[in-house]
């Protein structure tokens, strides 16, 4: 938990770092089973949460992940917007939300900070036969490809 000096300054609507999945599920999921994950996915998250989690990333607001985990432009998605379209994803568009999360989260915790992992995200991997972390994340395979090369990262053994 942060300190209170890291939390002075912010508004009562703006959480002190939270972690990319804290976003999504307005806590820690440390305490949520893995099916306890999917049945909230099967409801949708929230377009804002989804939005907010984006955002507390540079290489995420950058990359416009939003428009990969939503499969549309951000044009189609603004004039959708302004159609008043669901504020929810759908459950396919929640899963690869909570893979972002998921694959930030991790990377975070190996390479210690935000920085850090992002730096690791946004380049050519050599183990991923030269593709972008960040690139394979919207493909379950791909996903578990990153997360298998993160958790090998975790205990040391990687080439």
């Known amino acids: 938990m942060p300190s209170a000096d890291a939390r002075t ?27 306890q994950i999917y049945l909230q996915s099967i409801h949708g998250f929230k377009v804002k949460d989804v939005q907010d989690m984006l955002s507390s990333s540079a290489l995420y607001s950058t990359q416009k992940v939003f428009s990969r985990i939503v499969g549309k432009s951000v044009r189609t998605i603004q004039r959708q917007g302004a159609a008043k379209q669901p504020v929810q994803l759908s459950p396919q568009q929640s899963a690869v939300a909570f893979q972002y ?43 578990q490809a990153v997360e298998d090369y993160l958790e090998r990262i975790e205990l040391g053994i990687y080439q």
Request: glycine share 10%.
């Open 9 to 35: 300054n912010q508004s009562h609507d703006t959480p002190a770092v939270r972690s990319p999945t804290a976003y999504l599920f307005h806590g820690e999921t440390g305490h949520l089973s893995t099916i």
């Open 101 to 143: 999360a998921k694959v930030l989260e991790h990377a975070i915790a190996v390479f210690g900070s935000q920085k850090s992992a992002e730096d690791w995200l946004g380049k050519p991997c050599k183990y991923l036969e030269g593709g972008v972390p960040l690139d394979l994340i919207d493909n379950p395979l791909g996903f």
